[in-house]
């Protein structure tokens, strides 16, 4: 009777705790190893949506005065569709960027600020990327009656990653 006790007692429920500890832990076991496959899973999707993102906008040439010209084309077709016209264009020592190549600009311009602020968010959205690394603005005391804006001197210094292929696509 007392090994009867003894065994509903302490022995059983030590039991069943013993069986329901394993079942957590297999059960936990099974979770983290899926845990791990989701993290290694959205590892391998932010890279590669990273990649896409930081790489698919970067200008991709064949040599260094290929892409010269693009960027240069690039620039000057945002510069015309903003109503912007450079008065120099040229180019300048480019920032050294981990993983590609790179050319820079020094644009100046005189414009008034509407146009500037347009100039300035479609550089931000253009394809292929150029960056502004430092620019300074300047107001002019010449303003003409039929302009709303105030007229400013601008120097920007842009550079666009380049990534150089054997053979780039255009």
Do not use: C
């Not at 069943?16 to 989701?38: A, C, F, I």
């Not at 040439?61 to 450079?86: E, K, P, T």
């Amino acid at each position: 009777m007392l090994s009867a006790a003894l065994f509903f007692g302490l022995i059983s429920p030590w039991v069943n705790w013993s069986e329901r500890v394993e079942t957590d832990y297999k059960t936990n076991l099974d979770r983290v190893s899926q845990l791990h496959d989701s993290i290694t899973y959205l590892n391998q999707q932010l890279s590669t949506s990273n990649s896409e993102a930081a790489f698919g906008d970067v200008l991709k040439a064949s040599d260094m005065g290929l892409a010269r010209a693009q960027i240069q084309a690039s620039l000057g077709d945002l510069a015309v569709a903003r109503n912007i016209r450079f008065r120099s264009i040229s180019p300048i020592n480019a920032p050294e960027i981990d993983q590609f190549e790179s050319l820079a600009f020094r644009i100046e311009s005189e414009t008034d600020l509407a146009s500037l602020r347009d100039f300035l968010a479609s550089l931000e959205q253009a394809k292929p990327m150029i960056l502004v690394e430092t620019g300074s603005l300047r107001r002019l005391s010449r303003n003409s009656s039929d302009v709303l804006q105030p007229m400013v001197n601008v120097q920007l210094d842009v550079f666009a990653p380049i990534i150089l292929e054997d053979e780039a696509l255009p």
